[in-house]
């Protein structure tokens, strides 16, 4: 199970830290990844972090201004957002994948968590 938390309503230019809390599984053997879905889109990859937390990826849009991390002791994934701007409104999605490697594919994520909304304000 994955239980995401931390959003919130915030001002543009504000931060948000969110937070996905895991269970059920090894969570340092599973990939960890953020995705967003903005009201009417696709939900799309945020960021990645492989299972040691040494490797990240991310996406354009949120490079320079997103930080993705992970405590393996505490079976908790994060992502620090800087900056936030009206576009980075969406609810957001942890989710956990058992491949090696870091991957924006959804398909690779086999658990979701339930979402938090982030709302950014102008």
């Known amino acids: 199970q994955l239980?995401?938390?931390g959003g919130g309503l915030v001002q543009a230019g504000g931060s948000l830290r969110l937070s996905c809390a895991a269970s059920g599984r090894t969570f340092s053997s599973d990939v960890?990844?953020?995705?967003?879905?903005?009201?009417?889109?696709?939900r799309t990859f945020v960021a990645g972090i492989n299972r040691?937390?040494?490797?990240?990826?991310?996406?354009?849009?949120?490079?320079?201004?997103?930080?993705?991390?992970?405590?393996?002791?505490k079976n908790a994934v994060y992502l620090q957002m800087?900056?936030?701007?009206?576009?980075?409104?969406a609810?957001?999605?942890?989710a956990r994948s058992n491949q090696a490697l870091i991957t924006r594919l959804?398909?690779?994520?086999?658990?979701w968590g339930q979402g938090t909304?982030?709302?950014?304000?102008?």
Do not use: H
């Open 3 to 5: 239980q995401a938390s």
């Open 32 to 42: 960890m990844g953020w995705f967003r879905q903005a009201p009417g889109k696709d």
């Open 52 to 73: 040691g937390g040494g490797t990240t990826s991310y996406a354009d849009s949120v490079k320079g201004r997103f930080t993705i991390s992970r405590d393996n002791a």
């Open 82 to 89: 800087n900056g936030l701007k009206p576009e980075d409104t």
């Open 91 to 94: 609810v957001y999605y942890c």
């Open 106 to 111: 959804q398909e690779r994520y086999k658990y």
């Open 117 to 122: 909304l982030v709302t950014v304000s102008s």
